[in-house]
């Protein structure tokens, strides 16, 4: 899509400093908290902070759907290549970033200043696919948009979306969409609201790759299958819906005298039952575990069943429950008696959807092929 607008007003003010190499503090503030080698702008306008990244960066993507001021980009670029500035690794496009998502392949960062409130109806998808690729996210709200929000006032046409030119709305998206916060600027310091947020480093014994190796892969050996665990080879995930009671076959027996009857008793009682005379107890119990570590186990699976009765089953972004279809894999056989979808997590979770009587619960769906 090709939108027509004029220049900022900050380029228009500094335009020849600009186009001579001297670069306005709106821009130059943010280069610190730019990490990674790789960067996507998106809403790059006229260029001059992708250009500013390029000097120190790897590459660096400008996407503006503006015609005018990505053509303004390519003569900023023009015109400091003449100046013997390093500017080829950086690259405009005259896009949508929407219709783009491609373009954030192999990206370290992501950057939006003061345009992350045009995404409106989009937000979720691009920052979906935002969080899947890029460790860093650099967004930039505009302070004048967030205080008059903070009144009651909308300006421009965004409406509501002001809300995301402020501190409070750009933070609760970094934390939505899976992101710590490593630093933040409120718009009260005077200057324009900042949310740098990166990604967590995940245990690898926390991934869904390597949790479901280690669960299938002893059922697998059994069968001579496979002689390592290094032969399961996951190609691709997905997201499906199943039914709790396909989810539940696998363990079923065990999930059932355990964790299905404590909660049922949890429905029914509340916090006032004899917790020590429960199968739940007692497995803990025989496994060594401290009384104190048992309590406060159960404290939270109720308090687990207190949100999941509140909010419903959602799909939990850093530890959904994970399942790898045995179809093609196992025997046929093996499926029509045994299971299906091989389960590696969310036994307590799949005990409450039961008692609540919940259907159908979101799961990731690892496939898998044997080498
Ligand atoms: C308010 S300007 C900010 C420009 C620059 N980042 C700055 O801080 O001066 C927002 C820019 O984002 C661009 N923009 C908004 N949504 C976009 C999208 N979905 N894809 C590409 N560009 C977009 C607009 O065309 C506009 O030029």
């Not at 908290?33 to 996507?40: E, P, R, V």
């Not at 949508?96 to 998808?125: G, S």
């Not at 949100?307 to 279809?325: C, E, Q």
Request: one cysteine or more.
């Amino acid at each position: 899509m090709t939108v027509k607008n004029k220049p900022s007003l900050a380029f228009r003010k500094n335009h020849d400093e600009i186009y001579q190499g001297k670069i306005p503090s709106k821009y130059t503030r943010l280069v610190p908290y730019i990490k990674g080698n790789t960067i996507l702008e998106v809403g790059a306008a006229e260029g001059v902070l992708s250009l500013l990244l390029a000097q120190t960066k790897g590459r660096v993507i400008g996407i503006e759907r503006n015609e005018e001021r990505y053509l303004e980009a390519l003569r900023l670029q023009k015109a400091w290549k003449l100046q013997g500035k390093k500017v080829d690794n950086c690259q405009f496009f005259n896009v949508d970033i929407i219709n783009n998502l491609n373009l954030l392949q192999d990206i370290d960062t992501f950057v939006a200043i003061r345009t992350m409130y045009y995404f409106k109806e989009n937000m979720d998808k691009i920052f979906t696919n935002i969080a899947k690729r890029c460790k860093f996210i650099v967004l930039g709200g505009n302070k004048n948009r967030a205080i008059e929000y903070a009144k009651g006032n909308y300006i421009g046409n965004v409406a509501e979306n002001n809300y995301y030119a402020s501190s409070a709305g750009m933070t609760e998206i970094a934390i939505q969409y899976g992101y710590v916060l490593d630093h933040v600027i409120s718009e009260t310091s005077g200057e324009d609201p900042l949310v740098v947020g990166k990604k967590p480093i995940q245990k690898a014994s926390t991934l869904p790759e390597y949790r479901l190796k280690d669960s299938l892969a002893p059922y697998l050996k059994k069968l001579n299958l496979i002689s390592k665990e290094s032969e399961i080879e996951v190609i691709h995930y997905k997201t499906i819906e199943l039914t709790v009671d396909e989810v539940l076959r696998k363990s079923r027996n065990v999930i059932e005298e355990c964790h299905i009857v404590f909660m049922g008793l949890y429905k029914q009682y509340g916090r006032n039952f004899d917790y020590k005379n429960t199968v739940y107890w007692k497995r803990f119990v025989d496994n060594g575990i401290d009384k104190k570590k048992i309590e406060e186990k159960i404290n939270g699976f109720f308090d687990l069943y207190d949100s999941i009765r509140k909010d419903g089953f959602l799909m939990h972004k850093k530890n959904p429950v994970i399942v790898a279809d045995l179809k093609g894999i196992m025997s046929d056989d093996f499926i029509e008696k045994k299971w299906r979808y091989h389960r590696c997590n969310g036994t307590h979770r799949l005990a409450i959807a039961k008692v609540l009587g919940i259907e159908k619960i979101p799961v990731l769906e690892l496939i898998i092929q044997l080498n």
